[in-house]
């Protein structure tokens, strides 16, 4: 007689969608995907959304396989003893095996005044709070966007090109993952399209008002809306529930992304930290997480040994408004080469791979399995930086690679 296995995925974003649509590979596999929101939040479209340019969300009957059950809901704790996880709304819902994949967020800022006084953009609910309060600023109001990683280039270059008056606060580097050349590409867009960039040593931040921004190196700039894009975190329910995290909360696993605690709980996306050396925070590395997570499962169900992580990077993809754009390649082990393609071309590409995310989600929901680009090698890089740090020989490679973005 055939035994059912009960999954949860909590969690409903690249990640968490990539892996419930795998999981319907097989008959006797119940799948429950959990999550707060009724629709498919396409994140990296939430810049536009700030820009009034897309409404970044999808309709989940267009990405979620068939026969994956969805609970809207928010999971509160994870009992990893008795196998279930306690929801919001006060039921349980049980599991042979979990799939972790809470994505991530703002950083609680620690700057005075920035949690009462600036916006953060890092989730849907925060980007609808931030709309009527640009709706209500007049056209000419400053804007000032704080954080030059690709949130904060995207968002500040949206504005801009919708006729905002914006300055770009970087607080060290414009776009710190980009190469030199990709670095000077991006900067003379920013500035066609009108944004002051701050950059360097005095540009951080030190405090923010109801109407103003002060700097490290004693400016003081006028903002009548302060949008903040700075920082990295992870929701909480890992540390909460008892198992081990890395110091940001993430769950800490091995390289089959199986947890330090419990084989039956398996992390993807930006909310894992395997072997303490986590992926970059993008949809580049949730997508194949979230497979990787699936056949993890799919393997322990079956009695096999489960693969490890091998992954591979193409490099870092930025719109700067809807008629620019930048490709940033990169070596399979994510560090910038200097070859970009930029301006319109790069808008297009830019397009092209935004399209192209939630279409590897649909056509995993059309054929479980189908997805393989997680199987692709990311070379030796990532075996060579485990092997180092285990010995005591630390690289300047093996720095946090979500701190990049």
Known sequence: MAVNTDVVVIGGGYAGVMAANRLRQRDDVTVTLINPRPTFVDRVRLHQLVGSTHDAVVDYKDVLAEGVRLV?????????????VTLASGGTVGYDYLIYAVGS???????????????????????RRLLPVLDAASATAPVTVVGAGPTGIETATELAEAG????????????????????????????????????????????????????????ELPSGVTIWTAGFGVPDLARRSGLSTDA??????????????????????????????????????????????????????????????????????????????????????????????????????????????VGHLAGEAGK???????????????????????????TADQKDPAQKV
């Open 72 to 84: 809207v809901d928010s999971v509160t704790r994870i009992g990893a003893a008795e196998r279930g």
């Open 105 to 127: 967020g703002s950083a609680d800022p620690t700057v005075p005044g920035a949690a009462e006084f600036a916006y953060p953009i890092a989730t849907l609910e925060d980007v």
């Open 164 to 219: 905002r008056a914006v300055t770009l606060v970087c607080g060290g580097v414009l776009g710190p993952y980009l190469h030199a050349r990709g670095r000077r590409s991006v900067a003379k867009q920013m500035a066609r399209l009108g944004v002051t960039v701050l950059d360097g040593p005095g540009s951080k931040v030190t405090a923010v008002t109801r109407d103003a921004v002060r700097l490290a190196d004693g400016r």
């Open 248 to 357: 940001l909360g993430r769950l800490r696993t091995d390289e089959t992304l199986t947890s330090m605690d419990d084989v039956r709980i398996v992390a993807a996306g930006d909310s894992a930290a395997p072997s303490d050396l986590p992926l970059r925070m993008s949809c580049q590395a949730a997508i194949p997480l979230g497979a990787r997570a699936a056949d993890t499962v799919l393997s322990r169900i079956d009695g096999e040994e489960p693969s490890t992580l091998n992954h591979v990077f193409a490099g870092q993809c930025i719109s700067l408004g809807r008629s620019a754009g930048i490709f940033q390649f990169a070596h399979r082990y994510d560090v910038a080469v200097g070859f970009h393609i930029g301006g319109g071309l790069g808008a297009k590409v830019k397009e092209i791979v935004c399209k192209g995310i």
């Open 368 to 394: 479980p399995g189908s997805y393989r680009l997680h199987r692709v090698s990311g070379g030796r890089k990532r075996q060579e930086l485990l092997a180092a740090r285990n010995s005591g020989t630390p």
